[in-house]
């Protein structure tokens, strides 16, 4: 159990790690170029990526902090009752 706990810690840091060094790589390395190209490409990556990363963020955090939930206590018994007539038919 506690294993499995520190490695789920560990995917958490490292998913938040590996993240944020796309952020900043894109920001010292692909956002002045692409301003020095044009300012409205640079704002349509810029918009767009934050948009991105906005998604990845949040959807990230609610799949790895929601509970699973469980399952219900009562289960429902179903019994089925099954009669198969044979008949023969004589001449």
Known sequence: MFTCCLCAQIFVVLVV?????????????????????????????FVVGHWLLVNVVFHYFK???TNPGHVPEVCVSVHFHVSISVSRMTD
Do not use: M, N, Q
Not at 29 to 42: E, G, N, Q, T
């Open 17 to 45: 790690v590996l993240v944020t060094f796309v952020v900043v790589i894109t920001y010292v390395c692909i956002l002045p170029v692409k301003l020095s190209h044009s300012v409205l490409w640079a704002a349509y990556h």
């Open 63 to 65: 799949a790895a902090f």
